[in-house]
């Protein structure tokens, strides 16, 4: 699987460790969250999570608003913060969500990719290109770690 990461996602060169093996039950969104119990998206489908105070709009917005629920706030470092978590939210060119990953305490990202597996990665720009767009918003909330 390793090979079909680098060919889906070229800009990771080859600096990123899987983490975990193949699974269909939960998403990047979920993974995110925090969450591997279940799929998160904004469709009105019953098989799919989201917040049931939040619109179900495949935007941007809607899902700074579904992390908002769960104590992020937006803002602009994407660099480690102690006492802090952060998440990254990745659109296209249409500003259509395609994408998240989680910020771990040592500073690198952890990411979900789709049915695929988890895998750790040192920068959010290895992500960047065709399949994810980039990254358009960064989240953080305090974690029970916070001094």
């Not at 039950?25 to 469709?43: D, S």
């Not at 917005?61 to 908002?68: D, G, I, L, Q, Y």
Request: glycine share 6%; proline share 4%; aromatic share 14%.
């Amino acid at each position: 699987m390793t090979r079909l990461i680098t060919r889906l996602f070229p800009n990771l060169n080859d600096r990123f460790s899987v983490t975990s093996s193949q699974t269909k039950i939960y998403n990047c969104v979920a993974w995110a969250a925090g969450e591997t119990h279940r799929w998160w998206w904004p469709v009105g489908d019953p098989r799919y999570y989201w917040p049931h105070e939040v619109a179900r709009d495949e935007t941007v917005e809607c899902f700074v608003r579904a992390f908002e629920t769960i104590g992020y706030s937006m803002c602009e470092d994407r660099e480690v913060e102690s006492g802090f978590e952060k998440v990254a939210i990745y659109a296209d060119h249409y500003q259509f969500p395609t994408h998240m990953a989680r910020q771990l305490l040592s500073g690198t990202w952890t990411s979900k990719l789709g049915a695929l597996e988890d895998i750790e990665h040192h920068f959010l720009d290895g992500l960047n290109g065709s399949q994810y767009g980039n990254v358009v918003q960064i989240m953080k909330r305090v974690t029970s770690l916070n001094p």
